[in-house]
Nanobody
Framework: QVQLVESGGGLVQAGGSLRLSCGAS????????IGWYRQSPGNQRELVAR???????NYADSVKGRFAISRDNAKNTVYLRMNSLKPEDTAVYYC???????????WGQGAQVTVSS
């Protein structure tokens, strides 16, 4: 019932920036949390950043100080601003939400981010 569409991925040089967007088919007020995960080939999927309904945020240590998660309630969209990108940030980034109503978890299709050295 909930669809999530990521956009904004691409190829960037080390030190550059990208902003990922996650557009939701429902008002983001309906979600307990919205998060960004990433997974690179041969590695575990890991939490990058998350914002909860109460506005609290958390970040992976590897991105703290470089990435920032934010939301635009009017646009039903959550953003991940990624600054000072490093080659090790290369991964597929997934938007993830938990429904306040049902408790179900939903995933987007993923957006590829590639950082060249």
């Amino acid at each position: 019932q909930v669809q999530l569409v990521e956009s904004g991925g691409g190829l960037v040089q080390a030190g550059g920036s990208l902003r990922l967007s996650c557009g939701a088919s429902r008002n983001i007020w309906n979600f307990n949390y919205i998060g960004w995960y990433r997974q690179s080939p041969g590695n575990q999927r890991e939490l990058v950043a998350r914002i909860s309904r109460d506005g609290s945020t958390n970040y992976a240590d590897s991105v703290k100080g470089r990435f920032a998660i934010s939301r635009d309630n009017a646009k039903n969209t959550v953003y991940l601003r990624m600054n000072s990108l490093k080659p090790e940030d290369t991964a597929v980034y997934y938007c993830n939400v938990e429904s306040l109503i049902s408790g179900n978890v939903y995933w987007g299709q993923g957006a590829q981010v590639t950082v060249s050295s």
